[in-house]
C-alpha cells in the first residue's frame, strides 16, 4: 500500500504541476470547455484513487469539487469569479494535504469546511487556503528518460552476449582454476545486474493487479454488493509506462463493472444469476499485444439508454437511431455520457470512458467492448507491445528454434505416447488427445521450412483464445523467459510471428503468433468455443483436474490443479533448513517446502508452487507426469495427514495429496488458512458506519471474521448492535449489546470505548455459541 | 551544394547512399531465416545486443542473386527498426554533389522507384539510392491485420 500511496503522491503533484496552467488559463477564461475538462478529469482521479487509498479528507474535497464542475458541464450552473476562486482553493488545498502526507506532517483540517461550503452556489465566501508552509519531502524515487534506460539495457545486453563470448572461448582451453573463479564470480554479478536492470524498465502486471483485490471488495461493500474477483495471467511483465498509463483505466473499469455492471444480489437472484457478482481481470499476450480484459457477469451496458440520454444531451436523433449495435455501444466513450441514470460516489458522470480511451489511444492502443445485455461485460484493452517479457517454450521445427508464449500452450505431449491418436481426414490432420479432437498444424510445412513426418515428433496443445489446436514441433528444447521486442513490418505483415527476441545464445529468435498460425492454417473456431466454455464450466464441476507427479519417494502423487501456480526447476542451494524447516529462497522470497524425500544429491530439484490465494508453499518433486481429470472414484485415506486420497490414474494407484492439511501445517500464518474456523461477527444495523469503522478493525486484529451486513444463509457467532437497534436479529446468535453512554446500561450493555470489556463479551458470547 | 555519399557496388554496379541514412557498416554474420517472409528478407542477425533485419539488396532492386554469402552490410534505421541492407563491397565516403538523372536514361521497376539523382566520381556517373525505398513493408503497405 505504501508504493501505492507513493505513486498517488508523485502522480498527483505531477498533475498539478501540469494542471497549474490550466488553472490559471481557465480562470481568465471559465468558458473554456477544454480547460474545465482538464480539471474535471484530475479532481475525478484523485477521488478514485482516494476511495481506493483510503483518504477520506481528500475525498471529500474531491468529491465537492467534482460535483460542482459536473454542475458546469452540464450547464446547471456558470462558473462565475466565486465558484471559479472555490474550485482552485480546493485544488490548492488538496496539493497541500498531498505534501502534508508525503512528509508525514499533520495537517489541520480546519477551514475545509468553509472550502467546501464556499462551493455551494450563491455563496459568496471567500475561501482561500490556509497559506501553507509544508516542507516538501524528498522523494525516494527518480524519472529517467527512457531512452537513458534503453541505453543501459541494450548495453546489459552486450555485457551478457560478451560473457557468453568468453566463456565460450575458456571451455575449450585448459584455464587457470582463478580465472574461472573470477569468471563464475562475473558471471553471478552479470546476471543479477541483468536482473536490476531490466526491472528498472519492466514490471509486472501484478503490481497493477495486486491492489485490485481491497479495491473490489470496498468497492463492492460500499455498493452492498458481493463480487468474487478472478485475476490471471499478473505474471505477464510490461514496460513500466504502460502499466503507469493502464492503472487509472483499470480502476475505472473495474469500479464501472461493480457500480454499473454487476447488479445488487437481489436482483441478480430475479434474473437467476449467483447472488456473488464475478469479476474475471486477466492480461495476456496475443500477437504483438497485450490484452488486458475485465469481463463481469452483470447487465452489461444498455445501448438504448445510451441513445437516449444521446438525444437528452442535444444530438440527432435520427442519426443516433441509424447507428448499429456497435456503434450505439461506442457512444459510451462520448464525453459527459453514462448509461446510469444517479450518481454515485464510486463512478457514474461518463467521466470515467472517455478518460479511458483518450489515455490508451495516449499509448497506441485501443478499448473495445463486448456487451452481451443482461449476460455481463467485457472490455478489452489492447496496448502495443513494445517491450515485454514474456514466459516462452521453446521449440525446433524445420532444424530451426521458435519461441511460442507459454500462456498459450495447454500441454505437450509426445506423439509417441499411447494416449495420441493421428488420422486423415481429406488433406488434414487431426489428432486424438485423451477424447479430445484437435485440429493439427505441422509447424514446419506451415512455414515451408520441410516437411515434418509424424513419428518421434512433440505436439503443443495451443489455446488461442476461441478454440484450441496441436502444433507438430520437431523437438522442445527449453523454458525460457525472453525479451520480446517487435519484428520489422516487413517480418510482421507475415501474420505468423508475435515479435522477435535476442536470446544468451546471441542468435536470433522469432516469437510465434499461435493465433496467426491458425488463422493461417485456415483453422476455424467460430462457434465451438461458447459450446467448449459451458463444457469447461460444467466439467470443473464434475471432476477435478490435477497434476499427476513422481514424487520424491517415488510414490506417483496428485495435487489440484487449481492449486498450482507454476512448476519450476531451482537449484538445489536455494534450499535450505532454517528456523526449524525446509525453506526455499525465490524470486526474492521465503518460501517453506515440502519435501517427502531426499533432496541431497539433487543438483536442480523440480518444484510445485503451490498457492491458495494468499499464501504459498513449495513441494519439491522428482518429476511431473501428466494433466489428468481425477475420477470420481476415491478411497479417502484412514486417518488426516499429507495423503487424503488414493485414485486410479490409467490403472495405477495415484494419492491426492492433501491440500488442506498440506496448507493448514506448512504454510506460514496459519490463521489466515484456517479463515473458515474463525469466529464470525455480525454488525447490526451499522448506518452511521461507527461500527464498522471503529470495531471493526478491532474485531478483526483479535482474530474474528466480521460481515457489516446479514446475507442469507450466514450463520454469525456473535451479533454486536448499537444502542436501541430496531432491526430483526437472527436469533439463533449471542448477542453483544453496546451504549453510547458511559457506565454499564439496565440491558446489560456495554459502553462502546470500553475495549476490554467489549473483547470479553463478544469472545463470551462467541464460546457459547 | 555537396553531401556526403558512401559509395558502395551492388550487383556489380557502383551506388551512392546518402551518409546521413547509414547508421554503420558491417559484415553481417550468421543470418537466421525468416519463414514466409516476402519483401526480398533475408533473414534476422544480431547486431551486438539488436536483432536487425537483413535485407537482400539485389533483390530488392529486382535483379537475380547470386548464390553466396552475404558479406558487408549498410545498416540503416527506418521508424524504429533496424535493417542490413547487404552490399557486394564499399569504396569510400566523400562528397559530392547531387544531380539530376540524365534524361532520356531509363531506368526500369526497383532501380527507377530507388533513384534519387546522379553524382560524379572522377567522371564517372554513379546512381544515388534510397536505402528507404528498397525497406519493404513500411507501415502504409503493411497487411499486418491488428
Not at chain 1, 441513445?307 to 443516433?320: C, F, N, P, S, Y
Amino acid at each position: 500500500m505504501d508504493d501505492l500511496l507513493q505513486e498517488f503522491i508523485a502522480e498527483t503533484r505531477e498533475t498539478l504541476e501540469a494542471l497549474s496552467g490550466e488553472i490559471v488559463a481557465w480562470e481568465a477564461n471559465p468558458a473554456d470547455r477544454a480547460r474545465l475538462d482538464a480539471i474535471f478529469r484530475f479532481v475525478h482521479t484523485v477521488k478514485g484513487s482516494c476511495g481506493f487509498l483510503d483518504l477520506p479528507r481528500l475525498a471529500r474535497l474531491s468529491h465537492a469539487a467534482e460535483d460542482v464542475l459536473a454542475a458546469v458541464r452540464e450547464g446547471k450552473r456558470t462558473p462565475d469569479r466565486g465558484l471559479v476562486n472555490a474550485v482552485l482553493a480546493v485544488v490548492d488545498r488538496v496539493g497541500e494535504i498531498v505534501e502534508a502526507i508525503d512528509a508525514g506532517s499533520a495537517l489541520d483540517d480546519t477551514g475545509e469546511d468553509l472550502l467546501i461550503a464556499a462551493l455551494a452556489e450563491g455563496s459568496d465566501e471567500v475561501a482561500t487556503g490556509a497559506s501553507s508552509a509544508v516542507q516538501r519531502a524528498p522523494t525516494r524515487s527518480v524519472r529517467l528518460n527512457v531512452d537513458l534506460l534503453d541505453r543501459m539495457m541494450s548495453g546489459m545486453s552486450d555485457m551478457v552476449l560478451a560473457r557468453n563470448e568468453l566463456s565460450r572461448r575458456l571451455r575449450g582451453a585448459e584455464v587457470d582454476p582463478t580465472i574461472e573463479a573470477a569468471l563464475e564470480r562475473m558471471s553471478a554479478t552479470v546476471a543479477d545486474l541483468r536482473d536490476t536492470v531490466t526491472r528498472t524498465r519492466m514490471q509486472k502486471i501484478d503490481a497493477l493487479f495486486s491492489a485490485l483485490p481491497r479495491m473490489v471488495r470496498d468497492t463492492a461493500a460500499g455498493l452492498g454488493k458481493s463480487v468474487t474477483l478472478h485475476v490471471e495471467g499478473a505474471e505477464v511483465e510490461l514496460d513500466r509506462e504502460m502499466i503507469e498509463v493502464l492503472r487509472d483505466p483499470l480502476v475505472h473499469i473495474v469500479r464501472n463493472s461493480i457500480d454499473h455492471g454487476i447488479e445488487d444480489p437481489t436482483a441478480r437472484r430475479a434474473a437467476g444469476k449467483r447472488e456473488n457478482g464475478r469479476l474475471t481481470v486477466s492480461a495476456r499476450q496475443s500477437g504483438n499485444q497485450i490484452i488486458v480484459e475485465v469481463a463481469d457477469d452483470g447487465r452489461g451496458i444498455d445501448s438504448e439508454r445510451l441513445v437516449r440520454k444521446a438525444i437528452e444531451a442535444g444530438r440527432d436523433e435520427r442519426m443516433l437511431r441509424s447507428l448499429s449495435e456497435r456503434q450505439k455501444l461506442q457512444l459510451v466513450f462520448e464525453p459527459g455520457l453514462s448509461s446510469k441514470d444517479e450518481v454515485t460516489e464510486i463512478s457514474g458522470r461518463g467521466v470515467g470512458m472517455d478518460v479511458v480511451r483518450a489515455a490508451i489511444e495516449q499509448i497506441g492502443g485501443r478499448v473495445e467492448l463486448d456487451s452481451a445485455p443482461g449476460r455481463g461485460l467485457r472490455i478489452q484493452i489492447h496496448v502495443p507491445l513494445t517491450l515485454s517479457i514474456i514466459p516462452t517454450i521453446v521449440v525446433a521445427a524445420g532444424g530451426q528454434r521458435f519461441a511460442v508464449p507459454r500462456q498459450a500452450i495447454e500441454e505437450i505431449v509426445s506423439e509417441r505416447s499411447e494416449a495420441i491418436r493421428i488420422d486423415h481426414l481429406g488433406m488434414a490432420e487431426i489428432a486424438t488427445v485423451r477424447e479430445r479432437r484437435l485440429p493439427l498444424v505441422t509447424l514446419a510445412s506451415q512455414l515451408e521450412i520441410g516437411t515434418t513426418s509424424s513419428g518421434d515428433t512433440m505436439l503443443a496443445i495451443v489455446n488461442v483464445g476461441e478454440g484450441s489446436y496441436a502444433l507438430r514441433v520437431e523437438d522442445v528444447l527449453d523454458n525460457e523467459e525472453l525479451v520480446i521486442k517487435p519484428a520489422a513490418p516487413a517480418v510482421m505483415a507475415t501474420g505468423l510471428y508475435a515479435g522477435q527476441t535476442l536470446p544468451d545464445s546471441g542468435s536470433p529468435m522469432l516469437l510465434l503468433d499461435c493465433a496467426g498460425i491458425a488463422r493461417d492454417a485456415g483453422l476455424n473456431f467460430v462457434r465451438e468455443a461458447i459450446v467448449d466454455e459451458d463444457e469447461d464450466q460444467a466439467g470443473g464441476e464434475s471432476g477435478i483436474t490435477a497434476l499427476v507427479f513422481g514424487d520424491l519417494d517415488g510414490v506417483r502423487r496428485a495435487v489440484p490443479l487449481a492449486l498450482l501456480d507454476r512448476i519450476e526447476q531451482v537449484e538445489a542451494d536455494a534450499i535450505r533448513f532454517a528456523a526449524g524447516r525446509l525453506r526455499l529462497t525465490i524470486d526474492g522470497r521465503i518460501v517453506p517446502l515440502v519435501a517427502r524425500g531426499d533432496l541431497n544429491g539433487r543438483g536442480v530439484c523440480s518444484i510445485l508452487r503451490l498457492k491458495d490465494g494468499s499464501t504459498e508453499i513449495a513441494y519439491a518433486i522428482a518429476e511431473a507426469a501428466d494433466i489428468v481429470t481425477l475420477p470420481h472414484d476415491v478411497i479417502h485415506a484412514e486417518t488426516p495427514g499429507a495423503v487424503a486420497a488414493v485414485v486410479l490414474v490409467d490403472d495405477e494407484p495415484v494419492e491426492l495429496v492433501d491440500a488442506h492439511w498440506l496448507f493448514a501445517t506448512h504454510a506460514h500464518g496459519d490463521a489466515d488458512s484456517a479463515a473458515e474456523q474463525r469466529p464470525l461477527c455480525l454488525l447490526s444495523c451499522d448506518e452511521a458506519g461507527w461500527m464498522r469503522n471503529f470495531v471493526q478493525p478491532m474485531l478483526e486484529g483479535a482474530g474474528y471474521r466480521v460481515a457489516d451486513r446479514p446475507e442469507p444463509g450466514m450463520l454469525p457467532d456473535v451479533v454486536l448492535t448499537l444502542d436501541d437497534d430496531p432491526a430483526t436479529l437472527p436469533d439463533a446468535a449471542p448477542l453483544v449489546r453496546l451504549s453510547s453512554r458511559r457506565g454499564p446500561g439496565e440491558d446489560g450493555s456495554i459502553y462502546r470505548y470500553d475495549r476490554v470489556s467489549l473483547l470479553q463479551a463478544v469472545a463470551g458470547a462467541a464460546r457459547r455459541k | 551544394m555537396e553531401q556526403l555519399f558512401l559509395i558502395a557496388h551492388v550487383a556489380g554496379r557502383a551506388v551512392a547512399i546518402a551518409a546521413e541514412q547509414v547508421e554503420s557498416v558491417v559484415d553481417v554474420g550468421v543470418i537466421v531465416a525468416v519463414p514466409r517472409a516476402g519483401g526480398h528478407v533475408r533473414g534476422l542477425t544480431a547486431l551486438r545486443s539488436r536483432v536487425v533485419t537483413v535485407i537482400d539488396t539485389i533483390a530488392a532492386l529486382g535483379m537475380a542473386a547470386p548464390e553466396r554469402e552475404p558479406g558487408r552490410a549498410v545498416i540503416t534505421r527506418v521508424d524504429g527498426h533496424h535493417y542490413a541492407l547487404l552490399v557486394d563491397s564499399l569504396d569510400d565516403v566523400a562528397p559530392f554533389e547531387l544531380q539530376p538523372i540524365a534524361q532520356g536514361v531509363a531506368l526500369s521497376g526497383a532501380w527507377a522507384a530507388a533513384a534519387r539523382g546522379l553524382i560524379q566520381r572522377d567522371g564517372e556517373p554513379i546512381l544515388a539510392i534510397d536505402l528507404i525505398a528498397l525497406v519493404p513493408g513500411q507501415p502504409a503497405q503493411s497487411q499486418q491485420a491488428a
